[in-house]
C-alpha cells in the first residue's frame, strides 16, 4: 500500500516534472519566433556560451599579460598566434554587440536595430572597440 502511494507521488512529480520542461521549450520557441532575422537573443544559449568564453579570454589575458610585459623581450611565435586570435574574437564580438538585443528598463527585449546601434555605441563601443585593435600586428 504505501509502495503503491510512493509511486503515484513519483509519477505525479515526473509529470509535473515534463510539464515544466515543455512549458520551458514552448516559451523559448516563443522568444525565438518573435525575434527578427540577423538580431541575437541576449539570452539566447549560444549568445551565453559566447560570453562566457570572451569572459574566459578577458582573464587569461589579465593573468598573462603582465608576466609577459616584463619578462619578454621578444612575444613567442605561439602567443603572436593566439594575441591575433584574441584580437580576432574581440573584432568579432564588437559586430556581435551591434546585433545582439537589448534589455530596456521594463525588462522587454527591444528589437529596433536603430535603438540597438544607438545604446551600444553609447556604453561600452569605445571600450570594446579599443580593445579589439591588434597591438601585435602594429
Known sequence: MIEDENESIGEGKKDDL?????????????VYEEMPT??????S????IWNL?????IVEIALVVPYRIPFEDVT???WFYIDVITDFLFIIDVFLN??????NDNG???????????SYMRSWFLID???SIPITLI
Open 53 to 57: 568564453m570572451m569572459m574566459l579570454i
Open 129 to 131: 572597440l579599443s580593445s
Open 38 to 43: 540577423c538580431v541575437l537573443h541576449p539570452g
Open 45 to 48: 544559449k549560444w549568445k551565453t
Open 18 to 30: 515534463d510539464e515544466s520542461r515543455e512549458s520551458v521549450a514552448f516559451d523559448e520557441e516563443l
Open 76 to 78: 613567442p611565435p605561439g
Open 108 to 118: 522587454e527585449i527591444c528589437t529596433d536595430r536603430v535603438k540597438i546601434v544607438v
Open 98 to 103: 551591434f546585433i545582439t538585443a537589448i534589455e
